[in-house]
């Protein structure tokens, strides 16, 4: 019986000597989905992916990729590693060679192949073909990183932040690339900070903190779980009740936080913005509290982070 998983992680862990980096994760991702992790610096996400990648081994749990297990036999290890196309945070190619000598060169190390024509091609490289890689924009060395990844003609793609720094054109561009290798029945394993970014590609994220998954489920599914609509944030002169504010009405999860200078900043999730700011402004006025600044927002999938771990993903 095949299995639908492409990708099962089963008690995973890697230790370092001063520190846990993965403890014990369980993840599975099906054949044909693009599964999407989240978390800030240091939550284990790039360490989970490079172990999936057999570029870091485990201390402990199994990998399964396609049915082989990594470290099982040569066998096994061979097989993974011509169903897998990875392309690492930053990947350093010879600057000296073109786009074209690139791919030839990457596409040399399988046995089977796509055609740097057909790459160049699917990663908008063509006019490039001659062109130094010492001589690349940003985004156009993340292309050919990209293009390298798919010489082998991977089944799971396995993508380590690969739009940060990139110009929101050349980040689309990216994008484009991804969801033209899903809807080709490939599966992708995407690690990313920016939330746009999971939604627009990811039928499911898992968020890491502290080298486990604390939430996973679809982005719409892990939205609708804080039972708010929308984000209330605002920052007063100073203090306000905290159980004033849990009464006010529409208004569900609560946080406060003071600041050095005797104001505080409060974070609301609400259901009814037009019932509970009212109410807030209200309150705010029989505190003599001065608005210092006031932001509403849709609930995304940084507000579900917030809500498990009290930081935001871009807090170390």
Known sequence: MVSEFALSCRQLVKRYPDVLAVAGIDLEVRAGECMAVLGPNGAGKTTTVEMIEGLTEPSAGE?????????????????????IGV????????????????????????????????LMALVALEAKASARVGKLSGGQKQRLALA???????????????????????????????ERFKAGGGTVLLTTHYMEEAARLADRVAIMDHGRI???????????????????????????????????????????????????????????IGRALPALLALAAEHEARLEGLVTHRATLEDVFVHHTGRGLRDD
């Open 214 to 272: 604390i939430a996973l489920d679809t982005p719409a599914a892990l939205i609708a779980s804080l039972g708010a609509e929308d984000i209330v944030e605002v920052l007063a002169d100073r203090p306000l009740a905290l159980e004033r504010l849990q009464a006010l009405p529409a208004v569900g999860e609560v946080r406060v936080e003071a600041r050095e200078d005797g104001g505080v900043r409060v974070r609301l999730s609400v259901q009814e």
């Open 87 to 118: 392309q690492l945070q930053e990947t350093h190619f010879q600057e000296k060679l073109s786009v074209l000598e690139t791919i030839e060169l990457f596409a040399a190390f399988y046995e089977t192949s796509k055609r740097a024509s057909e």
């Open 63 to 83: 990998i399964e990729v396609f049915g082989h297990v990594w470290g099982r036999s040569d066998k096994d290890d061979r097989a993974i590693r011509a169903a």
């Open 148 to 178: 390298c990844a798919l010489v082998g003609a991977p089944r799971l793609l396995c993508l380590d932040e690969p739009t940060t720094g990139l110009d929101p054109q050349s980040r689309r561009q990216i994008w484009e690339i991804v």
